[in-house]
């Protein structure tokens, strides 16, 4: 498999990658909240088209990372993190992605189902996947509000989980996907089992 990471530092592609879904989704869950207690006006609907072309620009943005992940294996956790922790770090990776790829694909549906077509940056069409079906609309609203939080939750834990490797087991976890940053300098201990996984998981 094809790989231009080292075993402890993401790619400067990746982490444009990462950081750029950061910003996205902490802007769109924030334009989310904000417009939706506000009065309907022509600035309302103006927001709700920004936070849809920002929702389809995210969905695109996953989908391309899926393939990059596809052909890039991701750096290799420390050797000495517990296996269930290790464990807990992959399913925490892959239900974020999950929940990536639902919440722009909700939204798109719901619009969709709500009789309000998307139109990216006001030029292209995108197609309705979905009739018009204002029950339906209604649920898929609801299904994206839980999808946003559970999304948010999550994202909480990975950050606290990120600086929890970083301030208190001192590890390079949160410092493989920072550009400046430098890998913190591990024991020759940690650094044979970490050579020794890296072998084991190539053949």
Do not use: C
């Amino acid at each position: 498999m094809p790989n231009t990471m080292t075993d402890s530092r993401y790619s400067h592609a990746a982490m444009a990658l990462h950081w750029l879904m950061a910003i996205l989704l902490i802007s769109l869950f924030s334009l989310g909240i904000y417009m939706h207690e506000l009065p309907l006006s022509p600035d309302k609907l103006k927001l709700y088209s920004w936070h849809k072309w920002a929702g389809v620009t995210a969905f695109m943005l996953v989908l391309l990372r899926l393939l990059w992940r596809a052909g890039h294996r991701s750096p290799l956790l420390p050797a000495a993190m517990p296996g269930w922790q290790k464990t807990a770090s992959h399913g925490m990776h892959h239900l974020l992605y999950v929940l990536m790829v639902a919440i722009p694909l909700s939204g798109w549906l719901m619009s969709s189902a709500k009789g309000f077509q998307t139109v990216y940056f006001g030029v292209l069409p995108l197609p309705d996947l979905l009739g018009k079906d204002k029950a339906l609309g209604e649920l898929l609203q609801t299904v994206h509000k839980i999808l946003n939080l559970s999304l948010a939750a999550l994202v909480v834990a990975h950050v606290g989980a990120a600086l929890k490797h970083h301030l208190v087991d001192r590890d390079d976890v949160l410092s493989r996907m920072l550009p400046l940053r430098k890998r913190r300098q591990e024991s020759p201990q940690t650094q044979t089992q970490t050579r020794t996984q890296s072998q084991a998981q190539s053949r």
